[in-house]
């Protein structure tokens, strides 16, 4: 029992030792650290060398100066059993002097052997091997040679210089003062870069971590929306004006649409229902009525026809909506050839001219001269049918429906572009300010279009067609008066 609470608990701290490393802000930090680690140290190599070398070229400088100080004062002698004797004087008089660095000094003839040997610190004797000074037939005459040692922590660095054909002098001085300034920057290094990297760590952390709390919000409204299916809920922005809070703006934008699309979408199904449960309560009630009457071939006949009739209705209901569907998506079907736009005007008025003379409206057409736009003229055809259909139906009954058709310039067009224009214009009551930006929603049925029949998909699927054709639609209103609606159209190429 107790070995498998053990693996337990190594089990959940290893899963939550991955969770912590999964966290965005904690591998920000890390990779931010890692770099700081990296340039931190190649910063101290860096200086560090440059530091030794600094200090190494001023130990040797002294060196060399004083051998060269030696020098001149054995060739300003008049023999060199003379110059040695005042050299060996000079030499122990700086001894003598206080405070004076100590010097390894050693005078030498040309056949290595000794004349003067100043080792000033009896510690020297046992911590360095002076055995390749004073072994070998000639003495180190030239250059540097080090003399390491492994008790004292530092080494001795002798310089060799001839005086003369008979006699060498070697002068050195222990690198102590470099070795202690090199650990001392080294110590200072460490204890400067632990502070840094510990609070560069912590900040990192404090923040990555506040810099990154949207997408924490995004993440955890994400989690909620999906587990409450509730679209009311948004990130709050933290209103820096970076990139995040774009982030933040456009993803709350975007739940803004998803909740009005999932609203409109509930609505569309809500109307539709209501919609269809007529025609097929009607359709139900035909089919009833004929099975449970006696055998009679015309009242079959007059059942079947009207059971068409309200089938026809359904299927004009859900062909204008995958319509509608597919141009929206860019898909629709489109077979395009040059059309007379002034003779399918005159089509459709022809087709609506009786509807409008029993609602006592009156239909005008200024049609000028011709103008060709490729295009497919069912959809076309379908699209002007539309709105001819809505103009007579909202029309003020003895008024007029004009239709004029014209070339144009449409505002979101680039410039050079030419459009023909098909303005479609009614007096009656108007639409509202506040319904024109809804008129083209799917389903949506204004104050008016609520007491008369009718789907509320006509003016969604002319937009949708006049766009599947690279046009615009435009509509202008004034409640109590009129309401004026332009389908933009490109013109073919001459």
């Known amino acids: 029992m107790s070995s498998e609470n053990n693996d337990a608990n190594t089990s959940r701290s290893s899963n939550a030792r991955r969770r912590i490393f999964r966290r965005i802000d904690v591998r920000l930090t890390a990779w931010f650290s890692l770099v700081f680690l990296l340039t931190s140290v190649a910063l101290f190599g860096f200086t560090m060398w440059n530091l030794y070398r600094t200090l190494m070229n001023e130990d040797r400088q002294e060196l060399q100066s004083r051998v060269l100080g030696h020098w001149a004062r054995f060739q300003a002698a008049v023999s060199e059993e003379t110059g040695i004797t005042q050299l060996v004087n000079d030499i122990q008089a700086e001894t003598m002097a206080h405070g004076d660095r100590p010097y390894f000094v050693r005078i030498a003839t040309s056949g290595n052997n000794d004349v003067f040997v100043k080792i000033p610190l009896a510690e020297w004797y046992l911590a360095f091997d002076f055995a390749p000074l004073f072994d070998g037939t000639e003495p180190h005459a030239s250059g540097f040679i080090t003399l390491s040692s492994d008790i004292l922590g530092y080494d001795l660095e002798v310089i060799g210089y001839p005086l003369s054909e008979n006699f060498v002098i070697q002068i050195g001085a222990d690198t102590q003062t470099r070795v202690q300034v090199m650990r001392l920057f080294q110590t200072s290094f460490l204890l400067t870069f632990a502070i840094l990297f510990g609070a560069s760590v912590l900040g990192g952390l404090f923040f990555a971590s506040r810099s990154l709390r949207p997408i924490g919000s995004l993440s955890s409204t994400i989690k909620s929306i999906i587990e409450t299916g509730k679209l009311d809920q948004r990130i709050p922005e933290v209103g820096g004006g970076d990139d995040l809070d774009d982030l933040v703006g456009s993803f709350n934008h975007m739940l803004d649409r998803v ?123 379908q699209a002007v049918g539309n709105l001819v259909d809505n103009a007579v139906k909202y029309a003020r009954r003895g008024s007029a429906v004009s239709l004029t058709l014209r070339t144009a310039k449409h505002p979101a067009s680039s410039p050079g572009s030419r459009f023909a224009e098909i303005c479609v214009r009614n007096v009656g009551s108007g639409i509202s300010p506040d319904e024109i930006p809804h008129i083209w929603t799917r389903l949506y049925r204004g104050s008016e279009g609520r007491r008369s029949s009718g789907l509320g998909l006509g003016l969604t699927l002319v937009r949708a067609i006049v766009e599947a054709h690279g046009g615009h639609v435009h509509v202008d209103s004034e409640p109590g008066r009129f309401a004026e609606f332009r389908i933009y159209l490109p013109l073919s190429a001459e």
């Open 259 to 381: 909740e009005q699309l999932v609203r409109g979408m509930r609505d569309a199904l809500d109307a539709v229902a209501h919609d269809l449960r007529t025609p097929m309560t009607r359709f139900r009630a035909t089919a009833e009525t004929a099975l449970a009457s006696s055998p009679d071939v015309r009242g079959y006949s007059e059942a079947l026809g009207d059971a068409l009739e309200e089938s026809d209705q359904i299927l004009r209901m859900l062909n204008s909506m995958m319509d509608i569907s597919e141009a929206e998506a860019g898909v629709m079907s489109l077979r395009r050839e040059e059309i007379d736009l002034a003779r399918l005007i005159t089509e459709v008025v022809d087709v609506y001219s009786v509807v409008a003379e029993d609602a006592g409206i009156q239909v005008e057409i200024d049609l000028g001269s011709g103008l060709i736009v490729t295009a497919d003229p069912g959809r076309l055809r």
